[in-house]
């Protein structure tokens, strides 16, 4: 779970370095990865704070 959530914030960050490059360099296709990449990263951690959800609540 820890590398999971290590991963999606990895993937934001590259998508803020990239985002940051196009500020600079119009890249092509460069707005369509980083929405893909986003959208990992957001279902990405809905699975990790559903995972953690499940193991800190009490029954």
Do not use: C, E, K, Q
Request: proline share 3%; net charge negative; aromatic share 6%.
């Amino acid at each position: 779970m820890i590398g999971l959530l290590a991963l999606s914030m990895l993937l934001f960050s590259i998508t803020r370095i990239m985002d940051i490059i196009d500020m600079v360099i119009d890249l092509p296709m460069n707005d369509t990865i980083i929405a893909a990449v986003i959208w990992s990263v957001s279902i990405i951690l809905a699975i990790i704070f559903h995972r953690m959800s499940r193991i800190t609540s009490p029954d």
